[in-house]
T-cell receptor, first 113, second 115 residues
Framework: TQLLEQSPQFLSIQEGENLTVYCNSS?????LQWYRQEPGEGPVLLVT?????EVKKLKRLTFQFGDARKDSSLHITAAQPGDTGLYLC?????????????FGRGTSLIVHP | ETGVTQSPTHLIKTRGQQVTLRCSSQ?????VSWYQQALGQGPQFIFQ???????GRGNFPPRFSGLQFPNYSSELNVNALELDDSALYLC??????????????FGPGTRLLVL
């Protein structure tokens, strides 16, 4: 069973602060995705990283895939209250012709105004 | 373009009962995956359907079953409900193509409470 561990589990910060969320595994993934989930809604895809060492930026969010494709990080610069939510990472690896995703437990972020 | 929809939004059942949850895929998608998300946890993969056949299954017992219809909508059936089945059930649709990991689009989920 492939496991993805996310840290920290909870994060409560003030508006304007920076933060980094980590996603680690002992397994290699063909791709890794980051989602944000708000209460009462399904996860919404933020980014997919595929290549080891890849860095992607989405406005104030920076995503990095580890060189060995086993870990990833999400860095948010100058956090805003609208960034509040559950951040999930999900790794995908092929299994019998389909790609079965494994999700981490998530990091619950609260940004106070 | 219509997004992924799920029904019902909330449901209360008692132990031993059976439940059917429904999902309509996003327009143009041919694959549906179902997930269980317990409180404080990430989504756990239940199974995936492609062209009306099961195309992968997670670590869930056989009392969790599914169907995909010709219009690519889907049902998740759970028999003999247990208290631990209380969770948010998420459906995600995608366009399957061999050789790459397709992007999944999630519905808002069905919140199931088993008493």
């Amino acid at each position: 069973t492939q496991l993805l561990e996310q840290s920290p589990q909870f994060l409560s910060i003030q508006e304007g602060e920076n933060l980094t969320v980590y996603c680690n595994s002992s397994s290699v993934f063909s791709s890794l995705q980051w989602y944000r989930q708000e209460p009462g809604e399904g996860p919404v895809l933020l980014v997919t990283v595929v290549t080891g060492g890849e860095v992607k930026k989405l406005k104030r969010l920076t995503f990095q895939f580890g060189d060995a494709r086993k870990d990833s990080s999400l860095h948010i610069t100058a956090a805003q209250p609208g960034d509040t939510g559950l951040y999930l990472c999900a790794g995908e690896s092929p299994a019998g012709g389909s790609y079965i995703p494994t999700f981490g437990r998530g990091t619950s972020l609260i940004v106070h105004p | 373009e219509t997004g992924v929809t799920q029904s019902p939004t909330h449901l209360i059942k008692t132990r031993g009962q059976q439940v059917t949850l429904r999902c309509s895929s996003q327009s143009g998608h041919n694959t549906v995956s179902w997930y269980q998300q317990a409180l404080g946890q990430g989504p756990q993969f239940i199974f995936q359907y492609y062209r009306e056949e099961e195309n992968g299954r997670g670590n869930f017992p056989p009392r969790f079953s599914g169907l995909q219809f010709p219009n690519y909508s889907s049902e998740l059936n759970v028999n003999a409900l247990e208290l631990d089945d209380s969770a948010l059930y998420l459906c995600a649709s995608s366009l399957f193509a061999v050789g790459f990991a397709e992007t999944q689009y999630f519905g808002p989920g069905t919140r199931l409470l088993v008493l």
